[in-house]
């Protein structure tokens, strides 16, 4: 078997693994790069792809699959899938043809999308000589790792996972996994989150502060999995105000409640967006912006989106607050904020005067939990590849794993291949 590292080495984004015996050839996850990069996408596979998995809905890992659909690939491979994923996929790649350059449009999109094939948690599909198993990962609905065997090896590809509680998914579990290879996530492979309980209640306690001084608290949110985990949160602890969900927030819910098996509690979702008010316009937006409460919007990192709107409106008084509940990529307006307090409200950056605070939400294991799965599923020959992280991030973590478990540890570069 063979494995050729097409993108997401020592960077985030960019994610594609293929996977070959010599006569099938399978990609697993085919992303696009976030930031500004010449390539928008990894160079496509030198062989024919008999099938496409994708991981999850994430651009980072699932966005340049229309590009096999374009050209010389007219029919294309199966793209397999689970329910959310093909529901959450149309929407997340059509706003990205909006504001992005890609080498494919809209055409290859609906093209890739009628190749789908669902799958479901536990299942397995057999593709040639090639076997692939999907679990769980809990990193956001619909998120899987993939079990690959073939000629008698065994490949574990964790994608972005998460082994920690949340309130919108289950989390990960990998124990009995003994594989021969594994890939897997380096993203937080120098951090630690804090505790989730004590982000939480921080959180609320932060929120309620704010609303019982009058203020409003801006939730700046991605528009999957992020907005819903808040509102859970919200509705965990009670949190009784004003509660407004504006942005591509709303239609992701709405796709969402359609696969209640892939939610950790459907009904605690339903009931928090039963408590919302859903922005249909301008005049919406004003109002929500005008009394004590909570908006949450998309954009997650300021880049676009209603949040605009919400900043120029509430920036600029001390009573309101912004609150960060997700990483902020150098270079975007919300890591500016952070860092700087100045925000770009009409086009030049100007001081901020409401409060600004971040929460550490993430959905991806930290530290601790890459070092844990590596010590559970590591027999003595299973070798490591570090991908999806910084370039800081995968070198140290492959590191580690040599001298803290004495297992071979790679951190492949883009178009490296490894036979097994
Ligand atoms: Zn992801």
């Not at 160079?43 to 659909?69: I, M």
Request: aromatic fraction near 8%.
């Amino acid at each position: 078997m063979e494995l050729m590292f097409l993108g997401g080495c020592q960077t985030v984004g960019g994610s594609g693994l293929l996977i070959s015996n010599g006569e099938t050839n399978i990609l697993v996850d085919y992303g696009v790069y976030m930031g500004k990069k010449d390539d928008p996408i990894p160079e496509l596979p030198p062989e024919d792809v008999d099938a496409v998995f994708l991981t999850h809905v994430h651009l980072d890992h699932a966005g340049g699959a229309p590009a096999l659909y374009a050209g010389s690939y007219p029919d294309g491979p199966p793209v397999y899938v689970t329910p959310p994923t093909q529901s959450l996929l149309p929407l997340l790649i059509d706003d990205m043809l909006k504001i992005k350059k890609l080498p494919f449009g809209k055409k290859e999109e609906n093209r890739m999308l009628r190749k789908a094939q669902i799958m479901n948690y536990g299942d397995t599909v057999k593709i040639n000589g090639i076997i692939v198993e999907i679990v769980n990962s809990g990193h956001v609905p619909g998120a899987y790792s993939t079990i690959i065997k073939a000629d008698g090896k065994c490949v574990f590809y964790t994608s972005d996972f998460n082994t920690s509680q949340t309130r919108l998914v289950k989390s990960a579990n990998f124990n009995g996994l003994k594989p021969d290879v594994v890939v897997m996530e380096s993203t937080y492979a120098l951090k630690e989150h804090p505790e989730r309980s004590q982000t939480e209640r921080e959180f609320v306690n932060a929120v309620l502060n704010v609303v019982e001084g009058g203020g409003v608290v801006l939730i700046p949110a991605f528009a999957v999995a992020r907005s819903q985990e808040i509102l859970c949160v919200l509705e965990k602890y009670n949190v009784e105000c004003s509660i407004t969900l504006d942005g591509m927030a709303r239609d992701a819910s709405r796709l969402l409640l359609q696969h209640p098996d892939y939610l950790k509690d459907y009904e605690a979702l339903l009931r928090a967006l039963s408590k919302c008010r859903w922005v249909r316009g301008f005049h919406d937006r004003v109002e929500a912006a005008s009394r004590p409460g909570v908006i949450i919007s998309t954009a997650g990192m300021l880049k676009g989106g209603p949040t605009i709107h919400y900043m120029r409106m509430l920036a600029k008084d001390s009573e309101n607050a912004i609150f960060l509940v997700s990483f902020q990529i150098p270079g975007t307006p919300g890591r500016m904020l952070l860092d700087t307090g100045y925000f770009p409200l009409y086009g030049k950056p100007e001081r901020v005067n409401a409060q600004i605070k971040f929460f550490n939400f993430s959905s991806h294991a930290d530290r601790k939990m890459l070092h844990s799965l590596v010590e559970s599923v590591s027999k003595r020959s299973t070798t490591f590849f570090t991908v999806h992280g910084e370039k800081d991030a995968c070198r140290t973590l492959a590191e580690e794993i040599e001298e803290n478990y004495g297992n071979q540890a790679i951190n492949p570069n883009v178009g490296e291949t490894y036979t097994l």
